[in-house]
């Protein structure tokens, strides 16, 4: 689920100058945002799987066409935003637009949409920033809702939404290191904890380990972490063990690395690099 999808644009110039006009050697457009690259990753693994969330506009209408996986969003009247990725040799400089002002009949709306999918889901990832208009409690909300639908939980956003969110129990819950720390407490879900190119560290109620890749992979780092997200809805609707879970995820975190575009994956470098994943028990 992404409730402030995008249209990510790319441009690539010689040279990133500021105050200056550029000529652009290349454009590329695809469908973004955080959901939809765990959607387009299981969809990759053959996995059935459904994207949702909110778009609007004649840019919500370009997302729709580029997402590549089957879909059923609900509609809104605000505009979709777009993520400006400007790249030179040297590097890249993104621009976020802030997203639509949904409406509270609009969010009205999508729960009544958002209740129906989870009757038939077995795992729900909701994923990414929250537009403007929302309440900052809106993903607690969407998690109670999975619970009382007997849907498993799996919650990977930022900031208040996190706290409020991870309170309300989600199945697991995968921040990163800084956003672990402002959590606090103790949890009553599983926590996955990122650490980049280092890996993953797991504290579930089955036991905590720490899961390293063999070697560090170099590339696209974009989508790395919505891989990883993959990884665990899967194993969370297969009932794999953690260990196996963990392995997998950090797997599908480098084979994302090695993929050009975010929500991608290096079918090759996963399988070559699944069973060499480094997993032990963690204090």
Not at 198 to 221: D, H, K, M
Request: charged content about 20%; aromatic content about 4%; hydrophobic content about 45%.
């Amino acid at each position: 689920m992404t409730l402030n999808p995008a249209l990510d644009l790319t441009y690539t110039v010689d040279a990133l100058v500021p105050h200056a006009t550029h000529r652009v050697g290349h454009v590329a457009e695809r469908a973004g945002g955080k959901g939809l690259n765990v959607a387009g990753v299981l969809h990759a693994l053959g996995e059935p799987v459904l994207a949702t969330g909110l778009l609007g506009g004649a840019t919500g209408a370009i997302v729709g066409a580029k997402t590549g996986v089957p879909h059923s969003f609900t509609a809104i009247g605000g505009e979709t935003r777009r993520t400006v990725t400007i790249v030179d040799r040297a590097d890249a400089t993104g621009l976020w637009e802030p997203g639509p002002v949904v409406t509270a009949e609009e969010w009205a709306a999508f729960l009544a949409h958002y209740a129906t999918l989870v009757k038939d889901a077995a795992v729900v990832v909701l994923s990414g920033s929250l537009p403007q208009g929302l309440p900052v409690g809106a993903y607690a909300e969407l998690v109670r809702l999975a619970h009382r639908y007997h849907c498993r939980s799996v919650l990977d956003t930022s900031g208040e939404a996190l706290r409020l969110g991870a309170a309300a129990g989600p199945d697991v819950v995968k921040p990163n290191a800084d956003e672990l720390a402002a959590l606090g407490g103790p949890a009553r879900h599983a926590v996955v904890e990122s650490h980049g190119p280092e890996g993953l560290i797991a504290r579930t109620p089955q036991g905590s380990w720490r899961a390293t890749p063999p070697e560090v992979v170099t590339g696209n780092p974009t989508g790395a972490g919505d891989a990883c997200a993959a990884a665990i809805a899967r194993g969370l609707r297969d009932g794999t063990p953690w260990p196996e879970l963990l392995a997998d995820a950090v797997a599908l975190g480098a084979a994302a690395v090695k993929a050009p575009v975010a929500g991608e994956i290096d079918i090759n470098h996963y399988r070559a690099t699944r069973e060499r994943v480094h997993v032990q028990p963690h204090r």
